[in-house]
């Protein structure tokens, strides 16, 4: 494991974009600021900066580029993530969270389980219950998967039918479809008609097939995610968006996945579609207790917060004006990690989650919950005003300080 001290660098100390030269740099920079949208060369140009007056100019102009797009405020929502079954039927070179059924730590949660959860989340107040979970053969109910997976959101919207439900990712919709040879709009209908509220972005992990070889083998293409993320939009099912990055992907295919991302918005603006994507996260690779060959390859264990705080900043530059919420991952990054990316470019820090598996079982250090209070705190010791809000971005309760 590397002992590498995240802060040790100079880019947050480095002196302000003003004092960089107009060069290709400045003009990059003023191009994202007045709203232009950054070829995939710019964007590799940025991430490719090694300068520390350079990163220094990245910074400042995301973290402005977020002031005029959303404002000062911190928003943070007080969620329970519940993640149903480690038995998953693929390998995700990744992934220290998922089990053969019958193998030590292999869990299936039954209803009551469910229900208590959800009613322990509602009782300190939260809005949201974010699910996922392995992609189990054995979860069905006469025979087929999508009436377990409306099973599961009936079993959260019985008793609580305002809660919001975020659940079930494009490699998910596309277990059920595949198992119940049903499409994949027959499925997020479903999934909506019975109740869900959104969809995670996750699985996305790259968007490159190159990479997806060797991370996720057995996952969905990235065409079939996008795909799915499109149609999901068309019928009206908002979706956030993610980008696992830290391990063997380059700059260039860091920037192609937010080009996708992008053209996503777009085309869920230009077609009207009644949903699109509310956020962006950013998954920094942990690797401490992944399978031990990409492990090896990868060569470091645990984010390097440098790196990721960079990647934040050409984010918000990248995406501009079509994906307005970023949010930091404090389960990767650690609590301070993700308060130091609200001066990057995040405007959001995130859910409370209450018990966090996927994560903390490869080894993040940055615990497993947090309280509304923990995470008002970490905000306001950068002095920015805070706000609850819920799944889709509605401000719920403000904190002016
Ligand atoms: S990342 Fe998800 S799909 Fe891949 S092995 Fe783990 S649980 Fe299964």
Redesign the pocket.
């Known amino acids: 494991m590397l002992t590498e001290d995240p802060f040790s660098n100079s880019r947050a100390m480095s002196p302000s974009f003003s004092s960089v030269k107009p060069t290709e740099l400045h003009t990059t920079l003023q191009a994202a600021l007045d709203g232009e949208d950054l070829s995939i060369d710019q964007g590799v140009f940025l991430l490719e900066q090694e300068d520390g007056e350079a990163i220094a100019a990245i910074q400042q102009a995301a973290d402005q580029l977020r002031q005029q797009l959303v404002g000062d405020t911190v928003t943070y929502v007080i969620n329970r993530n519940i993640n149903f079954t ?1 038995i ?5 070179s ?2 220290a ?2 089990r053969d059924s019958g193998d030590d730590g292999a869990y299936w949660l039954n209803w009551a389980t469910i229900r208590e959860k959800t009613a322990e989340a509602v009782s300190v107040g939260a809005t949201e219950i974010c699910m996922q979970g ?2 189990h053969l054995d979860a069905k109910i006469d025979g087929k998967s999508l009436p377990y997976y409306l099973k599961l959101i009936h079993t959260i919207k019985e008793d609580f039918p305002d809660l919001h439900l975020h659940a079930f990712s494009p ?1 998910e919709v596309e277990f059920i479809a595949r198992e119940d040879q049903l499409t994949f709009e027959q499925v997020i209908l479903a999934l909506r008609d019975a109740g869900l509220g959104s969809m995670p972005g996750t ?1 996305a992990e790259v968007l490159d097939d190159d990479v997806r070889k060797i991370l ?1 083998p ?2 969905i293409s990235a065409d079939i995610w996008l795909e799915i993320v499109e149609t999901a939009h068309r019928i009206g099912l908002p979706t956030t968006s993610t980008l696992m990055a830290g391990h063997i992907e380059t700059p260039r295919q860091q920037i192609n996945h937010l080009a996708k991302l992008r053209q996503l918005q777009q085309t869920a603006q230009a077609q009207n579609y009644p949903a699109c994507i509310t956020e962006f996260i950013i998954l920094s690779f942990v690797g401490e207790h992944a399978p031990k060959p990409l492990r090896r390859r990868v060569g470091r264990d645990q984010p390097v917060l440098n790196d990721a705080l960079l990647l934040t900043a050409v984010g918000r530059l990248f995406l501009g004006k079509w994906i307005k919420n970023h949010q930091p991952s404090w389960v990767k990054l650690g609590l301070d990690g993700a308060t130091e990316a609200l001066r990057w470019g995040c405007n959001d820090i995130g859910g409370t989650l209450m018990e966090e598996h ?1 994560t903390s079982m490869a080894g993040a250090k940055g615990g497993t919950c947090q309280t509304a209070e923990d995470l008002k705190g970490a905000i306001e010791s950068i002095n920015r005003p805070t706000a609850q809000r819920d799944t889709l971005y509605r401000t719920l309760k403000k904190s002016f300080q």
Do not use: P, Y
């Open positions: 480690n998953c039927e693929q390998h995700c990744f992934c969270f998922r392995g992609l490699q699985a996720c057995e996952k996927i």
